[in-house]
């Protein structure tokens, strides 16, 4: 079975493939109610709801064929359909990836979301993956969740375990990831990546000294990941 086929697990019911364009809706109605409330980056801002930007980048992943989605198949009314519980959305990233996260952080400027992408931005430039890796490429992870009352069941490693054969069929050296929260830092470990930089949030501060996300614990970390594929 390849990377992008279907993956089911007669056990739970669960079936792991790759989300198709025409479900980018309801996979945004997913974010927004798995996703956003808990992630720190967004917790830490103070405009309390999640920037359209943001959410368009999000999706746009779905368009490169590279994001995953967890559903559970079920009968109702005699008719069988899928529940989302659980999204993993990723894309290609190149070696000028700083350059470009710099330059949309100067964009967004002192907003919420620009605050959010010159952290990144920072991350991205330290970690420097592609001469650490000696790769031109690598498959992103840029945002994950699952279902609040399927947490605890391994979803989120299965994905992640998906994404790794999908990478890997696709031809991708290397698999990246940015962990703003301390949950999912404890499950990219889990499963061997490698932490090649750390930024500590009450380190990160403005042009005036002051800490930028302020966020509550346990997260006090951003760390970033990678795996050879």
């Given at each position: 079975m390849t990377g992008s086929e279907a993956e089911i697990n007669q056990a739970d019911n669960i079936q792991i493939r790759v989300i198709k364009w025409?479900?980018?809706?309801?996979?945004?109605?997913?974010?927004?109610?798995?996703?956003?409330?808990?992630?720190?980056?967004?917790?830490?801002?103070?405009?309390?709801?999640?920037?359209?930007?943001?959410?368009?980048?999000?999706?746009s992943q779905i368009a490169h064929g590279t994001s995953l989605m967890a559903v559970q198949q079920q009968t109702v009314s005699g008719m069988l359909n899928e529940r989302i519980v659980g999204v993993l959305l990723s894309g290609p990233?190149?070696?000028?990836?700083?350059?470009?996260l710099c330059k949309e952080a100067a964009r967004f400027g002192s907003s919420n979301l620009g605050k959010q992408i010159g952290i990144l931005a920072q991350a991205e430039r330290d970690a420097n993956v592609y001469e650490r890796?000696?790769?031109?490429?690598?498959?992103?992870?840029?945002?994950?969740?699952?279902d609040k009352?399927?947490?605890?069941?391994?979803?989120?490693?299965?994905?992640?375990?998906?994404?790794?054969?999908?990478?890997?069929?696709?031809?991708y050296p290397l698999l990246t990831t940015d962990?703003?929260?301390?949950?999912?830092?404890?499950?990219?470990?889990?499963?061997?990546?490698?932490?090649?930089?750390?930024?500590?949030?009450?380190?990160?501060?403005?042009?005036?000294?002051?800490?930028?996300?302020?966020?509550?614990?346990?997260?006090?970390?951003l760390k970033t990941y990678a795996m050879r594929l």
């Open positions: 025409s479900e980018r809706d309801e996979v945004l109605k997913f974010l927004r109610l798995h996703f956003y409330p808990d992630e720190p980056l967004s917790i830490g801002n103070v405009q309390g709801h999640p920037d359209p930007e943001d959410e368009k980048f999000n999706i990233k190149f070696s000028n990836h700083a350059e470009h890796y000696n790769v031109e490429r690598a498959l992103h992870a840029h945002a994950m969740a699952i009352s399927f947490r605890g069941h391994a979803i989120g490693t299965r994905i992640i375990e998906k994404l790794k054969d999908l990478g890997r069929e696709l031809k962990c703003t929260s301390f949950y999912s830092a404890q499950l990219v470990e889990r499963i061997g990546s490698e932490c090649v930089n750390i930024i500590k949030y009450t380190d990160y501060l403005d042009e005036k000294g002051r800490v930028v996300f302020k966020l509550p614990p346990p997260h006090e970390y």
